[in-house]
Nanobody, 125 residues
Framework: QVQLAESGGGLGQAGGSLRLSCAAS????????MGWFRQAPGKEREFVAG????????YYADSVRGRFTISRDNAKNMVYLQMNNLKPKDTAVYYC??????????????????WGQGTQVTVSS
């Protein structure tokens, strides 16, 4: 089982930037795809970004493509989400997620094996 811990959330301004980090521990981190999801109040948890086990492929929701960048450092067991040009609609709890399969892909909640505890991101206008 992989344990995940997010950090880096907080208050940002519209047009500004925040960087989220996710530290992973447990089974072989580098064998698994990773993803970021978010959940706003009263809404379902939604996919934000995903990255393949070796970092060679990345995937983004249309709402964040061109503004957010997902990356990973397998040597440090870390995955990151760089969020630029923030918008108030980006306000949500952001969750780090690990694939339930070896060398799969994380695109939906059905692909997720473990979740982090979440970190709040609030963007003011």
């Amino acid at each position: 089982q992989v344990q995940l811990a997010e950090s880096g959330g907080g208050l940002g301004q519209a047009g500004g930037s925040l960087r989220l980090s996710c530290a992973a521990s447990g089974r072989t981190f580098s064998a698994y795809a990773m993803g970021w999801f978010r959940q706003a109040p009263g809404k379902e948890r939604e996919f934000v970004a995903g990255i393949s086990w070796n970092g060679g492929n990345t995937y983004y929701a249309d709402s964040v493509r061109g503004r957010f960048t997902i990356s990973r450092d397998n040597a440090k067991n870390m995955v990151y989400l760089q969020m630029n040009n923030l918008k108030p609609k980006d306000t949500a709890v952001y969750y780090c997620a690990v694939d339930r399969r070896v060398r799969g892909v994380v695109l939906t909640t059905q692909d997720v094996g473990s979740w982090g505890q979440g970190t709040q991101v609030t963007v003011s206008s």
